[in-house]
C-alpha cells in the first residue's frame, strides 16, 4: 500500500518548485520522506541462530509524520495513565465556524492559543457556576486542524472527568447524562473567541464577526466512558493523529491519490475520494503546526501545578488508588505494539537479535 512518504518521495521536489512553503512544512516535509531509510542511518540486526539480517534505520520522530506516532503515542498513554480518576468522563469538542477558517489559517499561533484559552475559560467559569457543578475541573485539551477529507478544520478535543473540586476541598460529582448544556458552552465560547479575536487580530472586519455572532457554533458532548481504561484508548486515538494515516491510503497511480473517509454527514458511510498529488500534499501541509507549537494541553488539577496537590485530594475522594502506576519501559511499549518481543527473530523465534554494521546518517537533513 503506498504511504505519505512515497507520495513526498515522487511528487514532493516538483511540489518545492511550484509552491511557496513555511520553514516547518518544508522540515516535515524532508523528515518524512526520510524517515527509516539510509539518510538518517541505523544499523543492521542479525539472528545468530539462522543468520538473518534486516537493516533497521532511524526514525525522523517529526510529530507530523505517520510512522513515528505510534510508538509516541504509546508513551504518554502509559505516562497519563497516573492521572485517571475512578470515575467516569466526559468527551467535549469545540468548533469554529468555517467563515474564520481562512483567517485562522492565516494567523496559526494567535487564533490556536485563543482557541484554547476560550475553551480553558468557557469550561472552567461554567463548571464553577453552582447552577452547573459549583466546583473547579481538570481536563485535557487536545488541537485539531481537519477533518477527513483533509480540509482545514480547526477543532479543540477536550477529555473531562465528570467532576470536580469545591472551594471546600470536596469533591462534586457532576450529573450523569451530561456535563454541561451544550447551547450554553457554545454560546459562552463564540462569545469570547469573537472578543478576543477583535483585540488580537485588527485586521478583522466586522461583517465577519457579526456574521460568526449570528451563527450557532458547533459545540457537542459526548456520553460519559464507562470506565478508565475506556479513556486511556479513546485518548489514543486522539492526541498523536496526524492528519491522515498510512492505511487509509489506497492508490497512488497517474498522478492521483486516493484515501478512503468517512462522510459523518452521510451516517458516517466510508467513502473514496480522489485528489491529485499537489492537492493532496497542499491538504497534508496545511496541517503542519507552528515551530514548537504545544497542541495537547493540561488544565485545573490535571495542569502540571495542580496535580502536585489537588489531583492527590481527587483520587483520595473518588477511591482511586495513590500507588505509583509502573511505567513500561521502550521495549515493553513495542512489544505491545508488535504483539512480540523487538529483539525477537521473526524468521525463527529466537530471542536476541544481534545489532550490527552501525552507519550514520548519510546526508544532514533540513
Known amino acids: 500500500m503506498p504511504e505519505v512518504q512515497d507520495i513526498f518521495s515522487q511528487y514532493g521536489e516538483n511540489y518545492r518548485r511550484k509552491h511557496k512553503m513555511s520553514i516547518v512544512q518544508h522540515k516535515a516535509m524532508n523528515a518524512i520522506q526520510n524517515c527509516r531509510t539510509a539518510r538518517l542511518g541505523g544499523h543492521m540486526d542479525k539472528c545468530p541462530s539462522c543468520n538473518y539480517e534486516r537493516p533497521s534505520y532511524n526514525s525522523c520522530r517529526n510529530r507530523h509524520c505517520p510512522k513515528c506516532q505510534t510508538l509516541s503515542k504509546e508513551r504518554w498513554i502509559d505516562a497519563r495513565k497516573a492521572d485517571l480518576l475512578n470515575i467516569g468522563y466526559f468527551h467535549v469538542v469545540f468548533t469554529v465556524p468555517q467563515e474564520l477558517n481562512w483567517l485562522i489559517y492565516k494567523n496559526q499561533r494567535a487564533c490556536y492559543n485563543l482557541m484554547f484559552r476560550c475553551v480553558a475559560e468557557t469550561l472552567q467559569e461554567l463548571s464553577y457556576d453552582k447552577k452547573y457543578l459549583g466546583a473547579s475541573i481538570g481536563f485535557t485539551a487536545i488541537l485539531h486542524t ?73 459545540v457537542y458532548c459526548k456520553p460519559p466512558f464507562k470506565d478508565a481504561p475506556c479513556v486511556v484508548e479513546y485518548l489514543g486515538r486522539y492526541t498523536h493523529r496526524v492528519a491522515i494515516s498510512n492505511n487509509r491510503i489506497l492508490k497512488l497511480e497517474n498522478g492521483t491519490v486516493t484515501f478512503k473517509w468517512r462522510d ?72 505491545r505494539i508488535l504483539g512480540r518481543k523487538p529483539s525477537q527473530c521473526p524468521h525463527c523465534g529466537h530471542s536476541g537479535l544481534l545489532r550490527t554494521g552501525l552507519s550514520p546518517p548519510v546526508a544532514k537533513t533540513a
Open 264 to 335: 459523518y454527514r452521510d451516517n458516517s458511510r466510508w467513502k473514496e475520494m480522489v485528489l491529485n498529488v499537489d492537492e493532496f500534499i497542499r491538504r497534508f501541509l496545511m496541517h503542519i503546526l507552528p515551530q514548537g507549537f504545544m497542541k495537547i494541553r493540561h488544565y485545573g488539577f490535571l495542569s502540571s501545578r495542580g496535580k502536585q496537590k489537588k489531583l492527590i485530594i481527587c483520587k483520595i475522594q473518588t477511591r482511586t488508588s495513590l500507588a505509583p502506576k509502573e511505567k513500561l519501559s521502550a521495549e515493553q511499549l513495542i512489544q
Open 146 to 218: 481537519w477533518g477527513q477529507n483533509l480540509c482545514f478544520h480547526p477543532h479543540i478535543h477536550c477529555i473531562v472527568p465528570s467532576g470536580g473540586l469545591t472551594t471546600l476541598g470536596k469533591w462534586q460529582p457532576s450529573r450523569k447524562k451530561f456535563f454541561l448544556p451544550v447551547r450554553v458552552l457554545s454560546r459562552k465560547f463564540r462569545g469570547k473567541f469573537l472578543a478576543l479575536l477583535k483585540l488580537h487580530i485588527p485586521e478583522i472586519e466586522q461583517n465577519l464577526v457579526d456574521l460568526c455572532y449570528q451563527k450557532e457554533w458547533v
